[in-house]
């Protein structure tokens, strides 16, 4: 290569590198101590319009413990825009995300600083304040880089005026009787489309999302070397047989067509809601469910239970699905101790966490918060509060990948009910393999 | 023989050196007016283009996750992609949409607007009607087809009261791919304005002439108008291919407005500008998805000068270019 064009491109190299965002993985370097001087912090969170609102009366009652700090609250900053402003050196004080799976990235990356320092600091021992699984899903190799703030909790709504006509007394705990129920309560109308659905088990359907199963069925999403174990676990294989022979029964296409007759996915959350307008009698949701029924002023009698689990694995009847919104201090915050102040207050203060969760109707955090009278005399929500302390209760093992293990296992469980797989095994392990590649790549 | 005297040519007299620097402080003045006035385009090309285009090339070779400093993989980004099963469904899709969309559209514009030119009375109407949807910002239009093909829509309602089969359009993998055809040849009209243009540009002459020798309908449309409108189809033809390519928008909103579902039914609408997105922007593997970028840069480039050379042999310039 010529010497010149040889130079010229170490020197592109150099600025192009020197453009580029430069950390290594976060260190647990001392706290930084507060100087209790004025501060005005930033806070980007996702919140919007009324939800905003809400959140920022909450979150100016941190002038209660840290009266020096102003609050300059800015909503509607989704996990890119944050990306963006760490990437450019102008990250807010406090972010905060609506779910946990970017969490081990930010982690790994440093992009979110390690809270530990902070944490040791005050004496705080988080595992007498939150549930394990909600640690888990807000750190990564030991480093605790964001804290839970809200979370959801998923579990079962049924309707309980057909369950008394169908003649069920209590709700499923187990598959082999969410789908024994089911066939009972599916009710067709004369030209043979259905009139109601017992359940419907495609994972098109509202928050039947795949991966979520393996909090039901016990399986394992990566082994002890990290690799995927959707072919490794055979529990895996048995979750989607499962869920193929339910799909089975109704046919594919009918259920896709009665979805598709009911609204399709965008009625999720609108007053035509399936479950709302008693079109389907059984259904995974979250603990938000209870409010929506209640603002869309829905005709139905409902009741609320943990979502089953495999017959294999009925002791874990009660845990569920949880994960939810995390807050934590991007790197490049000039004053991180008062951010911190701020996250200590909307993650773990019991006032703080009780607030967000009647008003943003989801499940606070911390074990004193669980208790709140207000949220847990509501007999529909008080099972997502079980839900969430409920020691088998989890999320996805995170990683790096963020969304990306889930969305090719989403896919692939696409394929797969809807005939497109011939091999189920051969299918999981290419699955695998492929979420292996995934982790490797940049 | 005349005598010259030497003293009629004096010997050559350079100008003193101060002239010389005047001169030359002229021109650089000159040229420093020019890149002043040209300054605007030269930063933007700069910053805009070059720059990121250089610079995806050299993330194209790097492990970056945007988070921290790029790291040199060489070429693993790119022996990835060969490996990689949604990179070659990806691609499948998009040369589905590049294979039948792109003809397709181009016939159906060319007829629309062999119709038009027929038109008599109400020209204008029949014009702005034709040209009306591709007004209609693209999100929109799709979540229409979407509404409109849906299996308690009116389309599913008028093939079930003529007893036809009623397919899930965008819920099943066969029909999702035709529903957004049908989409873009109802968003027809731009190409269609160009082939009106086209065809009224034909010198009446030539049909004359073609109608003397005894030419029928066919023979005038296939020996005089698809000659004459060549070069408008060659146009169309390239910028639809390159379009086809970059496919996005409406692929993206009729699996749902969720890059998650990963081109839900089943992987059909999972275009590879799709794919090149979810990479770069959700999983942040902003290396990979700068290797795709410059793979899809290299197909478009390869495609697009395939085209050209054949172009020599089927397109014709009336002033005799090329």
């Known amino acids: 290569m010529n010497r010149r064009v040889a130079l010229a491109v170490a020197g592109l190299s150099l600025v192009l590198a020197a453009c580029t965002a430069g950390s290594g993985a976060g260190s647990s370097s001392p706290a930084a101590q507060s100087s209790h001087k004025p501060v005005t912090l930033t806070v980007w969170s996702f919140f919007t319009g ?51 799976d970017d969490s081990a990235k930010y982690c790994a990356t440093g992009a979110w600083i390690n809270l530990n320092p902070y944490i040791s600091q005050d004496h705080i021992n988080l595992s007498s304040l939150s549930p394990p699984a909600a640690l888990r899903y807000t750190s990564y190799k030991g480093d605790q880089c964001s804290l839970p703030m809200l979370s959801d909790a998923y579990g079962l709504y049924y309707n309980t005026d057909m369950f008394k006509a ?19 309560l599916t009710k067709k109308n004369a030209n043979g489309t259905f009139k109601v659905v017992g359940f419907d088990p495609l994972q098109s359907f509202y928050e039947s999302y795949a991966l979520d199963y393996g909090i039901y069925s016990g399986a394992a999403w990566y082994d002890s070397a990290g690799k995927s174990a959707l072919a490794s676990d055979p529990r895996w294989a048995q979750l989607l047989q499962w869920q193929k022979s339910f799909a089975d029964w109704y046919g594919y296409n009918n259920l896709v067509k009665w979805l598709q007759s009911v609204g399709g996915a965008n009625s ?49 009847y009660g845990a569920g699905q949880i994960g939810g919104t995390i807050i934590g201090i991007p790197k490049g915050s000039p004053d ?105 790549l940049g | 023989m005349t005598r010259i005297d030497v003293a009629e040519f004096p010997p050559a007299v350079h100008p003193p050196a101060s002239r010389r620097a005047r001169r030359r402080r002229r021109h650089l003045r000159r040229y420093g007016v020019v890149l002043l006035f040209m300054s605007p385009w030269i930063v933007g090309l700069l910053v805009f283009t070059l720059y990121p285009t250089i610079a995806s090339l050299y993330f194209s070779f790097t492990h970056y996750d945007l988070l921290s400093s790029p790291q040199w993989v060489g070429l693993s980004n790119y022996r990835f992609m060969f490996t990689d099963p949604l990179f070659w469904q990806s691609l499948r899709n998009t040369l589905w949409m590049v294979v039948f969309a792109t003809p397709l559209q181009v016939a159906f514009a060319i007829g629309c607007a062999m119709v038009l030119v027929r038109v008599r009375q109400g020209v204008g109407i029949y014009r702005t009607i034709f040209f009306v949807p591709t007004m209609v910002p693209a999100v929109a239009a799709t979540l229409g087809f ?97 379009y086809g390519f970059q496919y996005f928008t409406e692929g993206y909103v009729a699996s749902g407005g969720d890059p998650s579902t990963l081109g839900s039914p089943q992987g059909s609408l999972l275009f590879y500008s799709i794919w090149l997105y979810q990479n770069g922007f959700q999983y942040f593997h902003m ?36």
């Open chain 1, 50 to 100: 009324r939800e905003l609102r809400q959140f920022d009366s909450v979150l100016n009652g941190v002038k209660k413990t840290a009266p020096w700090i102003t609050i300059n609250s800015v909503g509607g900053k989704d996990p890119t825009a944050i990306l963006r402003a760490i990437n450019s050196g102008t990250a807010p004080d406090v972010a905060i995300e609506p779910g946990p």
């Open chain 1, 166 to 184: 169908a003649g069920i007394t209590s709700p499923p705990k187990t598959f082999s009787q969410l789908e024994a129920d089911a066939k009972k």
């Open chain 1, 268 to 316: 999720e959350f609108s007053a035509s809601n399936a479950f709302e307008t008693g079109k389907v009698a059984m259904e995974m949701d979250g603990e938000w469910r209870v409010a929506f029924i209640a603002s869309d002023h829905a005709k139905i009698h409902y009741a609320t239970a943990p979502f089953p689990v495999a017959d294999n694995v009925a002791g874990n």
């Open chain 1, 336 to 440: 991180p101790a008062d951010a911190w102040q701020v996250v200590k207050y909307m993650a773990l203060g019991t006032h703080a966490e009780e607030s967000l969760g009647e008003l943003l109707k989801n499940v606070p955090t911390t074990y004193p918060s669980l208790k709140d009278p207000v949220l847990s005399s509501n007999p529909g929500f008080d099972t997502f509060l079980k839900i969430f302390a409920n020691p088998h209760s989890g999320y996805k093992q995170i990683t790096p990948l963020g969304t990306a293990d889930g969305d090719l296992f989403s896919s692939f469980v696409d394929k797969y009910l809807a005939g497109s797989i011939p091999n189920l095994k051969a299918g999981l392990q290419s699955v695998a393999n492929q979420i292996n590649r995934q982790a490797q």
């Open chain 2, 146 to 242: 979407v509404f409109l093909l849906n299996p308690t829509g009116p389309i599913d309602r008028v093939l079930s009261l003529l007893h036809i089969p009623q397919p899930i359009w965008f819920q099943q993998p066969n029909w999702s791919k035709p529903g957004l055809l049908m989409l873009g040849l109802w968003g027809v009209g731009n190409t269609m304005i160009i082939f009106l243009a086209a065809l009224l540009d034909v010198p009446k002459e030539l049909y004359e002439a073609a109608d003397i020798e005894g030419a029928n309908a066919w023979q005038r449309f296939r020996n005089v108008t698809l000659p004459m409108i060549s070069p408008v189809i060659f146009f169309s033809l390239v910028i639809g291919v390159i």
């Open chain 2, 287 to 322: 290396g990979y998805a700068s290797a795709m970028a410059w793979v899809l840069f290299i197909i478009i480039m390869a495609t697009t000068l395939v085209l050209v050379r054949s172009s020599r042999r089927w397109v014709h310039y009336q002033g005799g270019f090329l």
